[in-house]
């Protein structure tokens, strides 16, 4: 009978019996007749115990060559054992060195950030990005169950645009066979026409931002997921949010508790955030706040991380800042009935300084209207007429938002900046690995 290969994943079914592991040697150590190895294989670490006396000499000396990283398949038997990392062992039987790693440039002594990010094709190995990418991966299946389950339409919006919808001051351009071709800022745009097809739809993927800024908070590459609602308007549109974040948090909290132990994480920060309702509040009233706090701001003004961080500090959850001035914003967003000089805006600035996770509006439903904001906004006509259609034929009031998959991480995570969230970070002074 041929012995099963299994993952570390799988080894409670197979206490008892022998099996085959096949993974890279995370550690090793030696205690006279004794070589323990820790053996890692994306599912956790094992440790693999070696008895001089018990292998054929040829299994010791496979194991005294393995080196830190090596790749290896291991067979032995799986030992239920409470003392052992993980609760189980395996009483090595037999090995085969795949490939020999020499010395491992990312060794047990602490590196700089820059060194790290310069290897950060190893660095995944490491048990910080490892358990921030799992809460990553659990985090966007959450948001596609979110949708998926509330028959939302899956969208994907193109890549290489001819046009801005976050503004023309990040616009990465690229050459397009003799035109110029911008990399999309937001999928948005492209949303709209697909609400009117679909009702409900959303768009996931990567964006692109040419940020000059070097914050914390800042990547020029990070994804988005951005859903879009026909016949949704403003109030309801809060109201999403606070069902969507509630929901997408409180999924990760239960199923990446052990993630989170690892990176240290006071949980009890982000659990308010499982609970409804989240406070609002109006941007007349953010504004008031924040000069009662000292801070130089005058209304019209968005608000830059410290403001952001000001806010958000009142409360114990994401807080709703609402109703930004209509200057201050897109150009797609829908004044205010009320008051047109206020836009009817949405951002959500999470707790502990991670600031603002969303961004999202009613979006204009008029077709004069918005054709003069794009005017008022220099953008060229031409580029938008297929985005005026949405309005000449059979326009509805609509809304949505996006949400940033790597300021959302950070936050959830305690992560002090973004791009420890994203596998391969892109930033102003990086783009290597
Ligand atoms: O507020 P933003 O610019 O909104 C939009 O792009 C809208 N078109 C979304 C919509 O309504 N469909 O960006 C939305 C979110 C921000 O709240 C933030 O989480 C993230 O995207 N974000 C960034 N994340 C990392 N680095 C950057 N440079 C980011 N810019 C925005
Ligand atoms: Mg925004």
Same mark, same amino acid.
């Given at each position: 009978?041929?012995?099963?290969?299994?993952?570390?994943?799988?080894?409670?079914?197979?206490?008892?019996?022998?099996?085959?592991?096949?993974?890279?040697?995370?550690?090793?150590?030696?205690?006279?007749?004794?070589?323990?190895?820790?053996?890692?294989?994306?599912?956790?670490?094992?440790?693999?115990?070696?008895?001089?006396?018990?292998?054929?000499?040829?299994?010791?000396?496979?194991?005294?060559?393995?080196?830190?990283?090596?790749?290896?398949?291991?067979?032995?038997?799986?030992?239920?054992?409470?003392?052992?990392?993980?609760?189980?062992?395996?009483?090595?039987?037999?090995?085969?060195?795949?490939?020999?790693?020499?010395?491992?440039?990312?060794?047990?002594?602490?590196?700089?950030?820059?060194?790290?990010?310069?290897?950060?094709?190893?660095?995944?190995?490491?048990?910080?990005?490892?358990?921030?990418?799992?809460?990553?991966? %659990? *985090?966007?299946?959450?948001? @596609? +169950?979110?949708?998926?389950?509330?028959?939302? /339409?899956?969208?994907?919006? #193109?890549? &290489?645009?001819?046009?801005?919808?976050?503004?023309?001051?990040?616009?990465?351009?690229?050459?397009?066979?003799?035109?110029?071709?911008?990399?999309?800022?937001?999928?948005?745009?492209?949303?709209?026409?697909?609400?009117?097809?679909?009702?409900?739809?959303?768009?996931?993927?990567?964006?692109?931002?040419?940020?000059?800024?070097?914050?914390?908070?800042?990547?020029?590459?990070?994804?988005?997921?951005?859903?879009?609602?026909?016949?949704?308007?403003?109030?309801?549109?809060?109201?999403?949010?606070?069902?969507?974040?509630?929901?997408?948090?409180?999924?990760?909290?239960?199923?990446?508790?052990? %993630? *989170?132990?690892?990176?240290? @994480? +006071?949980?009890?920060?982000?659990?308010?955030? /499982?609970?409804?309702?989240? #406070?609002? &509040?109006?941007?007349?009233?953010?504004?008031?706040?924040?000069?009662?706090?000292?801070?130089?701001?005058?209304?019209?003004?968005?608000?830059?991380?410290?403001?952001?961080?000001?806010l958000a500090a009142l409360h114990d959850r994401p807080v709703l800042v609402t109703r930004y001035p209509t200057e201050?914003?897109?150009?797609?967003?829908?004044?205010?009935?009320?008051?047109?000089?206020?836009?009817?805006?949405?951002?959500?600035?999470?707790?502990?300084?991670?600031?603002?996770?969303?961004?999202?509006?009613?979006?204009?439903?008029?077709?004069?209207?918005?054709?003069?904001?794009?005017?008022?906004?220099?953008?060229?006509?031409?580029?938008?007429?297929?985005?005026?259609?949405?309005?000449?034929?059979?326009?509805?009031?609509?809304?949505?938002?996006?949400?940033?998959?790597?300021?959302?991480?950070?936050?959830?995570?305690?992560?002090?900046?973004?791009?420890?969230?994203?596998?391969?970070?892109?930033?102003?002074?990086?783009?290597?690995?």
């Amino acid at each position: 009978m041929s012995v099963p290969v299994i993952t570390i994943a799988d080894l409670a079914d197979h206490v008892g019996e022998e099996v085959t592991l096949k993974g890279w040697v995370y550690n090793w150590r030696k205690k006279g007749k004794l070589r323990f190895i820790i053996l890692r294989d994306g599912f956790g670490y094992l440790q693999c115990v070696v008895f001089r006396p018990e292998v054929d000499e040829s299994v010791w000396e496979a194991a005294v060559a393995l080196t830190q990283e090596s790749s290896v398949e291991i067979t032995g038997i799986v030992a239920a054992d409470e003392r052992a990392p993980g609760g189980y062992e395996l009483k090595v039987t037999g090995i085969v060195p795949v490939q020999i790693a020499p010395e491992y440039p990312l060794g047990k002594k602490e590196h700089g950030v820059d060194f790290l990010l310069n290897h950060r094709h190893l660095w995944l190995r490491s048990k910080r990005p490892h358990a921030i990418l799992r809460v990553r991966s %659990e *985090l966007e299946q959450a948001i @596609r +169950d979110f949708f998926y389950s509330r028959r939302f /339409t899956l969208i994907d919006s #193109p890549i &290489l645009t001819p046009a801005a919808c976050e503004g023309t001051s990040t616009l990465f351009e690229t050459p397009y066979f003799g035109d110029t071709a911008y990399l999309s800022q937001s999928g948005q745009l492209y949303l709209e026409p697909a609400a009117a097809a679909f009702g409900r739809v959303y768009c996931f993927g990567p964006t692109f931002r040419a940020e000059k800024s070097k914050t914390r908070r800042h990547l020029t590459e990070f994804w988005m997921v951005e859903p879009e609602v026909a016949w949704l308007q403003f109030d309801g549109l809060l109201d999403l949010i606070e069902e969507f974040v509630s929901e997408i948090v409180s999924r990760v909290l239960d199923r990446c508790s052990e %993630e *989170l132990d690892r990176l240290e @994480r +006071d949980v009890s920060k982000v659990e308010p955030a /499982t609970r409804r309702p989240y #406070p609002r &509040l109006d941007y007349g009233d953010a504004v008031r706040i924040l000069k009662e706090q000292g801070y130089d701001i005058e209304f019209g003004d968005d608000f830059g991380g410290d403001e952001e961080t000001a806010l958000a500090a009142l409360h114990d959850r994401p807080v709703l800042v609402t109703r930004y001035p209509t200057e201050a914003k897109a150009f797609y967003m829908q004044p205010d009935p009320d008051d047109p000089t206020r836009a009817l805006a949405v951002d959500a600035l999470a707790p502990e300084g991670y600031g603002e996770i969303i961004g999202g509006s009613e979006r204009i439903g008029s077709l004069e209207l918005l054709e003069q904001r794009i005017a008022e906004h220099g953008l060229p006509r031409e580029a938008f007429e297929w985005y005026l259609d949405v309005r000449r034929y059979g326009g509805f009031p609509h809304s949505g938002f996006g949400m940033g998959i790597e300021r959302c991480t950070a936050w959830i995570c305690g992560l002090h900046h973004a791009r420890e969230a994203i596998p391969y970070p892109r930033t102003i002074n990086r783009l290597y690995p």
